[in-house]
């Protein structure tokens, strides 16, 4: 979850770059990341989810991939 806070501001700043043009906040890489962890520390939930969101998605994968193997393993022992 640290890697998740540490390194999601940064991906932010790097890809709205290339996708959006350059931002035009205060102070760049900087100010995007102050405020971030401002709007995260105030108790914003969409700072929070955009925050985790990184692991959520791993999550999701591997609980998709547990219930594939379990529905696989049911109907292996049926046949």
């Known amino acids: 979850m640290v890697a998740c806070v540490l390194l999601v501001p940064p991906l932010i700043y790097l890809s709205g770059g290339l996708l959006v043009g350059p931002y035009e906040g205060e102070s760049g890489l900087s100010g995007l990341v102050m405020s ?3 709007d995260a520390l105030s108790g914003k939930v969409s700072t929070w ?4 969101s990184p692991m959520l998605l791993v999550l999701i994968w591997l ?6 193997s379990n529905i696989n393993d049911r109907l292996a022992q049926k046949t």
């Open 36 to 38: 971030i962890y401002g």
């Open 49 to 52: 989810f955009l925050l985790i």
């Open 63 to 68: 609980g998709c991939a547990w219930m594939r």
